[in-house]
C-alpha cells in the first residue's frame, strides 16, 4: 500500500476494471462468497462514534428474488440515537477538520484496498440485498472504490496552492477549509458506489457524516462503514444510523446542527429535503447546503443515419439494465419516422431475448424489482401503457414468490403520455415516433428532467449541434445513455433532475469546502 503524502507517490488516478462473468474461476469465486454469506451472522447495528449499538427495532433486509430470505436485521436508529451521532460527529470535528489531506486520505485509499481484498463478498451482498446481476453489482464495486481513489486524489488537489493574483506588498492565498457536520443519504439502487462516493466525498474533505442509508440496502453500508473502521477512519468521522425516512429524516434534515445534506434519490424526496433545509432553525448560524441528485426521464434518440444494430442493442441496454431501476435510465426510446418500423421490431427481438430470474445464477439479464411497494407501482405504470401505446412485449409479473417483471415495451407512445413523461424507474421503456431529427431532440427536451439522453446519428453536424440543444447533464453519441465512469463522465443533471452536482468530477468536493481568501501585507 503506497502511503498517501503527497502527489509524487499516488499513481495518476485510473478506473477500476470488472470482473468476467463468464470466467469459470469468478464463477467458483463468487458462488462461494455467496454461500458464505447465507451462512454468516445476520445481525448488524448501528456505528456511532466508533461504537457499536445494538436496538430492539431492526430494518429486515430481504432478498428481492426470495422475499423469505432475511439477508441481514440491521439495527434501527431514533432520534435519540441521531442526538449522540452528531455529539460524536462534532467532537471528531474538532480533530478531523485540521489535519492535512495528505492524512485524511490515508484510511480512504486503504479502504480501497481491503474492497478490492473483499470484492467478492462485497459482490455478492449487493446481488442478495438488491438483485444486482453480477456485471451490475461488479460495476456497483468498482464505483465504489473509484470514488474512493478520485476523490482521495481530488482532496489532496484542493488542500494544495490554489491560483490567486498577487499585488506589490502583499501575500495572498486562497485555502478551502470543510464546511462542518452533515448527512448522507444515499438511494438503494447503487448501494455500493454512490453510498460510497458522498460519504467519501464529505469525509475526505474534512467533514464529519451521518450515514443514513436506504432501507433496501443497509447491510451493504454497514459491511463499508466497518470495512473504514478497520482501514483506520478516527471514530466519528463516519456514523451509521440506518432508520426510518418517516422517523428520523426529517428530524435530521430540520436540526440546526446539521451543516449540509447530500442526497440521492426521488425527485419528491429530494424536494422536501430543500425546503425542509432552506427553513431557518433557532440555533443554526449557516444557511444549509443542499446537494440534490433526484430523478430523470432520459432517452435515446436514433435518427435514419444510425447503425442500426448498434442503437437498438444500446436502447434495449439503456432501458432494461438493472431492470430499469436507475435514474439514468432510457425508458424512452425516440425514432424518426424513416427507421422507426425497423427499430421497433429489433428492439422487440432484442428486448425478448433478455433472461429474467434469480441474478445468483450469472446466466440471468434481468433479476426482481427491488420490493413489493415498487413492484405494484411499476405494474400500475404498465396498466397505464397499455392505454396509451401498443404493447409490443412484456407486461406481466411473472410467477414466482419473487419481484419479478418482464421487460416490457410500449410503442406508439405519444410524448405526453403519462408513460413518456413520469419516472417509472422500472423495467418499462416507450418507444416515440418523431418526424425527423429536430423534432426528436424537442420530445428528448420536453420533460421536467434533464439527467442522461443519447443519440445514435452519423451525421457530424447534428452531433454538434446536440451538443448545444439536447439539454441533458450527461449526453452520450452512438452510446448507451448508461454506465458513466469516475473521473470520465462526471455525473449529475439539470431541472428536476438535480443540483447537477457533477459527481466523479473535479468540482464536486467543493460542494463540502468552502473558501478562505487569506491577505497578509508585507511588513519590512
Not at 57 to 69: C, W
Not at 456 to 465: A, G, H, K, L, P
Not at 467 to 472: K, L, N, Q, R, T
Request: hydrophobic residues 40%; contains cysteine.
Amino acid at each position: 500500500m503506497l502511503e498517501a503524502t503527497d502527489y509524487t507517490v499516488i499513481p495518476p488516478f485510473k478506473n477500476e476494471p470488472y470482473i468476467d462473468p463468464r470466467d469459470p474461476e469468478t464463477r467458483i469465486k463468487m458462488k462461494k462468497a455467496i454461500e458464505a454469506l447465507r451462512s454468516e451472522s445476520k445481525e448488524y447495528n448501528l456505528l456511532i462514534g466508533g461504537k457499536y449499538y445494538s436496538t430492539e427495532r431492526k430494518i429486515l433486509s430481504r432478498n428481492p428474488a426470495d422475499p423469505s430470505e432475511i439477508v441481514g436485521e440491521v439495527s434501527m436508529a431514533d432520534k435519540s440515537k441521531v442526538d449522540i451521532a452528531l455529539k460524536a460527529a462534532y467532537e471528531a470535528f474538532e480533530d478531523w477538520r485540521f489535519r492535512p489531506a495528505h492524512d485524511r486520505v490515508k484510511p480512504f485509499l486503504k479502504a480501497a484496498q481491503i474492497m478490492r481484498e473483499r470484492r467478492f463478498e462485497l459482490d455478492a451482498t449487493m446481488i442478495l440485498e438488491v438483485g444486482k446481476s453480477w456485471i451490475e453489482a461488479d460495476a456497483d464495486l468498482a464505483e465504489a472504490i473509484d470514488f474512493l481513489e478520485f476523490y482521495s486524489r481530488e482532496a489532496l488537489r484542493y488542500d494544495g496552492p490554489q491560483p490567486v493574483v498577487q499585488v506589490a506588498g502583499e501575500y495572498n492565498k486562497l485555502k478551502y477549509i470543510p464546511i462542518g457536520v452533515g448527512a448522507v443519504i444515499p438511494p438503494w439502487n447503487f448501494p455500493g458506489a454512490i453510498m460510497a462516493g458522498m460519504t467519501t466525498a464529505a469525509a475526505v474533505s474534512g467533514n464529519c457524516v451521518l450515514l443514513k442509508p436506504a432501507s433496501d440496502s443497509p447491510v451493504i453500508a454497514a459491511k463499508f462503514v466497518d470495512i473504514l473502521k478497520e482501514a483506520g477512519l478516527p471514530d466519528g468521522v463516519v456514523n451509521l444510523i440506518p432508520g426510518s425516512g418517516s422517523e428520523i429524516g426529517d428530524y435530521i434534515v430540520e436540526n440546526p446542527l446539521i451543516r449540509f445534506i447530500s442526497f440521492t434519490g426521488s425527485k419528491e424526496v429530494g424536494l422536501r429535503i430543500n425546503e425542509l433545509a432552506a427553513r431557518h432553525q433557532t440555533g443554526q448560524k449557516w444557511i444549509k447546503r443542499v446537494v440534490l441528485e433526484m430523478g430523470g426521464k432520459d432517452c435515446v434518440v436514433i435518427d435514419e443515419t444510425a447503425d442500426i444494430e448498434a442503437a437498438s442493442a444500446g436502447a434495449v441496454m439503456s432501458a432494461f439494465g438493472f431492470q430499469g431501476q436507475k435514474c439514468s435510465a432510457g425508458s424512452r426510446i425516440i425514432v424518426v419516422e424513416d427507421v422507426y418500423d425497423e427499430i421497433v421490431e429489433k428492439i422487440r427481438r432484442k428486448t425478448e431475448a433478455l433472461t429474467v430470474g434469480d441474478t445468483t445464477d450469472p446466466d440471468n439479464f434481468m433479476g426482481p424489482v427491488v420490493n413489493e411497494g415498487a413492484m405494484n407501482s411499476i405494474l400500475k405504470y404498465i396498466d397505464k401503457g397499455r392505454t396509451e401505446g401498443r404493447l409490443i412485449i412484456g407486461g406481466n409479473r411473472l410467477k414466482t414468490d419473487g419481484y419479478f417483471l418482464e421487460p416490457t415495451v410500449f410503442a406508439d407512445v405519444s410524448p405526453q403520455a403519462t408513460i413518456a413523461q413520469e419516472e417509472i424507474f422500472g423495467p418499462v421503456t416507450a418507444i416515440i415516433k418523431a418526424r425527423d431529427f429536430d423534432h426528436a431532440i424537442d420530445i428528448a427536451n420536453g420533460t421536467e428532467y434533464g439527467l442522461t439522453g443519447a443519440l445514435y446519428s452519423r451525421i457530424r453536424e447534428r452531433i454538434e449541434r446536440a451538443e448545444d440543444i439536447f439539454h441533458a447533464g450527461n449526453l452520450y453519441f452512438n452510446r448507451k445513455c448508461t454506465g458513466a465512469l469516475v473521473g470520465v463522465q462526471p455525473f449529475g443533471g439539470f431541472n428536476m433532475s438535480g443540483t447537477d452536482s457533477k459527481a466523479g468530477g473535479r468540482d464536486y468536493l467543493l460542494l463540502f469546502l468552502q473558501g478562505k481568501s487569506i491577505s497578509e501585507k508585507i511588513v519590512l
